[in-house]
């Protein structure tokens, strides 16, 4: 009796690995999908700068927003000016402190319904280990950035930026890197103001 007992275990362990197994077969896309967004490599892709609501910054950007800042500041001067996503990269770019701005590289602003998004890789390796936390050995050496926000004209010469996301290893577009969205911050804002 003692071998039928152990002879009908091993069947029934058996039978039941098989259904495991088949189970597993059956649904293996979606199972290798989550382990791939868990365990696999992330995207670090940035927006591409081929659409054309999306800029980068460049010298030909920048010369033409002074220009467009300096036909503002003139008697006759049009009461408004329309900035391209490229002039606005630009201008955000030349606007922030080289101290903060040698922390990050490839940015990249993208226009938004009544928002813009900037995306930058941002250099982790700046920012103090005590200020991650636990974090700190989930980060690349470059991890990719985005806030976005509301601009609004403050008063003439100065625009207020309006923080309301950011986040950390935003995982490209749509997708969610390998911890999803590591770090989410609060509203806040940024006051630039044009290059005089």
Not at 133 to 139: D, E, S, T, Y
Not at 149 to 158: F, K, Q, S, V
């Amino acid at each position: 009796m003692n071998g039928c007992l152990k002879g009908l275990l091993r069947l029934a362990f058996l039978a039941i690995v098989l259904v495991a197994a088949l189970v597993a077969w059956w649904f293996r896309e979606p199972i290798l999908r989550t382990a791939a967004r868990w365990f696999g490599p992330h995207p670090t892709t940035l927006p591409p700068v081929a659409d054309t609501a999306v800029g980068a910054p460049t010298p030909k950007a920048l010369s033409s927003t002074q220009t467009k800042m300096e036909r503002l500041k003139q008697p006759s001067a049009p009461d408004s000016v329309i900035l391209s996503a490229n002039e606005v990269a630009s201008m955000i770019g030349s606007g922030i402190d080289w101290t903060v701005r040698k922390s990050f590289d490839s940015l990249r602003v993208e226009l938004l319904e009544g928002s813009l998004a900037v995306y930058c890789r941002l250099d982790t390796r700046v920012i103090p280990p005590e200020a991650l936390g636990p974090l700190a050995g989930f980060l690349n050496p470059m991890e990719p950035l985005r806030f976005a926000g509301p601009l609004a004209i403050e008063r003439p010469g100065t625009a207020r930026f309006t923080v309301a996301e950011l986040s950390l290893r935003p995982g490209g577009h749509g997708r969610r890197g390998r911890f999803g969205e590591l770090v989410t911050a609060r509203r806040g804002c940024i006051v630039h103001r044009a290059p005089s």
